[in-house]
């Protein structure tokens, strides 16, 4: 799965740290997602589209 979510991160001037914070997974869980070694739960696809205010398809897509 393709994310966008450094994008967004870079849009919003947010660290991963913060970020992670914010959805309740690591600053790990959030790099491991950016690099495409994780796709991240249902749950939290939903959490990060919340928090940017955007569509989850925004932020991922397939490959």
Do not use: W
């Not at 914070?21 to 919340?50: C, H, M, W």
Request: some cysteine; proline content about 3%; hydrophobic content about 35%.
């Amino acid at each position: 799965m393709k994310s966008d979510l450094n994008v967004y991160r870079a849009k919003h001037d947010i660290t991963q740290e913060e970020l992670a914070k914010e959805v309740g997974v690591t600053r790990q869980t959030i790099n491991a997602i950016e690099t495409g070694r994780y796709d991240p739960s249902l749950d939290l696809a939903f959490k990060l589209s919340d928090y940017f205010e955007c569509d989850i398809e925004d932020l991922f897509s397939p490959e």
